[in-house]
Structure formats: structure tokens, C-alpha cells
């Protein structure tokens, strides 16, 4: 079973920067639309971004455009998010996605496969 595991949450400052990772448990997943999404206490889950299997394009939730930068990095199946300028209603648990359509329904939450989660906490 194709598994993601997030690594990389944790308490950071206002205005700080973190970066999550996301790592997959088989190559199979090179083919795949990776991304993230995030969930704040009492929220629905929010689209953050994605990216093709390729890398060559990506799509950015208005909230964070400028401010979070997705990669890929194919010899370590993984795929990471560096979070800059972090603001308080950044807080929530991040979780990593893989969608077999592409960037645009992983967007959409087209989501075969979820990671379990990562807590990221900025306080003010």
C-alpha cells in the first residue's frame, strides 16, 4: 500500500519560515500530482498547492502565493514545502496529497492517496 509520511511541522514565529517534507513510500508515485492541503481547528480542509509529475506547473491557493514554494525531488520520492513569511492563520495540520489526474484535480481534491498529517503552529 502506497503510503505518505509528512515531516517537518513544529512551533515557528510569525514572519519565520519552515519547510515540510512529504516522502513516498514507493517510486510508483513519480507519475503522480503531488500537493498539500491544510486543515485550521474547527475548518474545512483548504487547498495549498500542487504540482505536476514533471514539476513544471504548479497551482497556489491565493492565500499563500508569493509566501509557500513547492518541490519535488524524484531520487528521494519526496516532496517538500518551504513556508516563508508565516502568519498566525497558518496554523493547522498540513497534510500531504497524491492525485493520478494532474495538478488541476488534485487542486479540485481529487486525491487518491493522503498523508497523515503534520501540525504547524505559528503563534504572533
Known amino acids: 500500500q502506497v503510503q505518505l509520511v509528512e515531516s517537518g511541522g513544529g512551533l515557528v514565529q510569525a514572519g519565520g519560515s519552515l519547510r515540510l517534507s512529504c516522502a513516498a513510500s514507493?517510486?510508483?508515485?513519480?507519475?503522480?500530482?503531488m500537493g498539500w492541503f491544510r486543515q485550521a481547528s474547527g475548518k474545512e480542509r483548504e487547498f495549498v498547492v500542487a504540482i505536476d509529475w514533471s514539476g513544471g506547473i504548479t497551482y497556489y491557493g491565493d492565500s499563500v502565493k508569493g509566501r509557500y514554494t513547492i518541490s519535488r525531488d524524484y531520487a528521494k520520492n519526496t516532496v517538500y514545502l518551504q513556508m516563508s513569511s508565516l502568519r498566525p492563520e497558518g496554523t493547522a495540520v498540513y497534510y500531504c496529497?497524491?492525485?493520478?489526474?494532474?495538478?488541476?484535480?488534485?487542486?479540485?481534491?481529487?486525491?487518491?492517496?493522503w498523508g497523515q498529517g503534520t501540525l504547524v503552529t505559528v503563534s504572533s
Open positions: 514507493t517510486p510508483g508515485l513519480i507519475t503522480y500530482a
Open positions: 496529497a497524491a492525485s493520478k489526474g494532474g495538478s488541476l484535480y488534485l487542486a479540485r481534491g481529487d486525491v487518491e492517496v
